[in-house]
């Protein structure tokens, strides 16, 4: 049993050795991980795994994995690509260049799964993807643009509902079980450590992308992360949540318009 | 006695269900009382497909308004609430909900042991939780979360479920304490505080 002052300590920990600052996410959530983490790595007691991660900093990178979610997949909600491929995009393509940003991408699913988007409007030579993550593991696999190949059938259908009419399977190479995408896609993805927690805005751009991240921080982290996502758009950008996160109750609410039933808000001033 | 009996009062009904369990609710649900004096969630296994119509569905069978949980949500008395598709449903100490999108729990997202744990360390024996139909083993862990919290475990009889496994599982595993049929279900629902 890990009881709530334990989680404390070592949120403290991870601040003061290494400047992770987990103290406003979801509890509930963040205790469910550490629980898990604990069984797992079959740690005896709370005790022992706080001495771990006090103590051996290479299994801070394993922690800091595990307790973040990093569950993600390729066209996740087809009818959300589905609406960026022809509402979104087409207006984006007015622009001479265009700069998007997936704030906290995980392995990268969806980075690629824009990527091909872009390709598909023709618009992916005069674009970047920013990714990024808090945690440098993830982002490795973002680099590598690899991923199972027993996925590919799952997304592939995803693809298809999202308006995509090409052979999913021309956009990789299989091998050993494993699907490559291909270069095309992956020279036009920047990838660095950024941490919605504390670091700040970086550039502007055209579209921020951070879906399923926000329902992991508590309400003032949230209002936090909405502002630095205002401060790093341009005038008339798009944002883009998860499924079930609002713009709704924030305090930047008033300088966004809901574009329609999917979660992507303009910028109107 | 005072205090033995508010402890005990029922703070959040939770309802977990897989295969065989929606129309379980659409007869529960009628006989419900009106004015439920605490907050029903209910965690149903169904396929991830975005539309949000089981929410309307179900909430046209009740007068107690029901609708599907939005991030960090108050829990409040009186609302029945569904997790969405695809999401794991979680308690905050400050009773609001949370949403999670981690890997699935026996094949499941939502999952009924996760959501029924979190509500044990959150309401304790305040907690009364309601295991219905199913084809797989979700859901009994957490009903044993749930006593270990002081909280009541129930679950549907399975001579009366569609897909009896998962009461079934959760009778062999543990001593659940009442074991109802529908009316059965109404009539324990409807009695609590």
């Known amino acids: 049993m890990i009881e709530e002052e334990d989680i404390d300590l070592l949120l403290n920990d991870m601040y003061d050795l290494y400047g992770y600052d987990f103290t406003r996410y979801s509890r509930a959530s963040l205790k469910r991980r550490i629980v898990r983490l604990c069984s797992l790595d079959k740690f005896p007691s709370f005790a022992e795994l706080r001495y771990r991660v006090r103590n051996d900093p290479s299994y801070l990178k394993r922690f800091v994995e595990e307790i973040t979610v990093n569950v993600t997949e390729m066209f996740r909600d087809p009818a959300f690509y589905k609406s960026l491929r022809e509402e979104v995009l087409p207006v984006l393509g007015t622009k001479p260049f265009i700069r998007i940003w997936h704030a906290g991408c995980s392995t990268g699913e969806e980075v690629y799964s824009m990527a091909i988007l872009l390709k598909e409007a023709n618009l992916l030579r005069r674009s970047l993807l920013y990714a990024t993550d808090l945690n440098p593991s993830v982002l490795e696999k973002v680099r590598k643009g690899i991923f199972p190949l027993a996925l590919m059938k799952q997304y592939s259908e995803s693809y298809m509902a999202s308006g995509g009419s090409k052979d999913f399977s021309s956009y990789y190479t299989a091998q050993y079980g494993q699907a490559k995408f291909d270069n095309e896609l992956s020279e036009k993805i920047i990838i660095s450590t950024h941490n919605l927690v504390s670091d700040s805005s970086f550039n502007e751009f055209d579209l921020i992308l951070c879906r399923n991240v926000l329902i992991y921080f508590d309400k003032d982290l949230q209002d936090r992360v909405l502002k630095l996502f205002d401060a790093s758009l341009g005038t008339l950008g798009y944002l883009a949540l998860g499924t079930k996160e609002t713009l709704k109750f924030s305090a930047v609410q008033h300088k966004f318009k809901q574009l329609n039933r999917e979660k992507i808000w303009k910028k109107i001033m | ?193």
């Open chain 2, 1 to 193: 006695m005072e205090e033995n009996h508010v402890k005990h009062a029922c703070q959040l009904l939770l309802i977990g269900g897989s295969a065989g369990s929606l129309e379980v609710l659409f007869k529960l649900f009628p006989l419900l009382r009106a004015d439920l004096p605490f907050p029903v969630a209910l965690v149903l296994h169904r396929r991830n497909s975005g539309d949000s119509s089981l929410s309307d569905l179900l909430a046209s069978k009740t007068l107690n308004p029901t609708h599907e949980v939005e991030d960090k949500e108050p829990v409040e008395p009186g609302t029945i609430y569904l997790a969405p598709a695809d999401y794991h449903l979680l308690f905050e100490h400050d009773r609001t909900f949370s949403l999670d999108y981690s890997e699935k729990i026996h094949f499941s997202r939502p999952s009924i042991d996760v959501t029924f744990e979190s509500a044990s360390e959150v309401y304790g024996a305040g907690l009364v939780a309601l295991l219905l139909s199913g084809a797989n083993e979700d859901g009994t862990a957490g009903l044993q979360a749930v006593q270990r919290e002081g909280g009541r475990a129930v679950v549907q009889n399975p001579e009366t479920a569609q897909m009896p496994f998962m009461p079934n599982h959760a009778i062999t595993h543990m001593a659940v304490d009442h074991v109802l049929d529908i009316v059965g279900m109404a009539n324990f629902i409807n009695a609590l505080e």
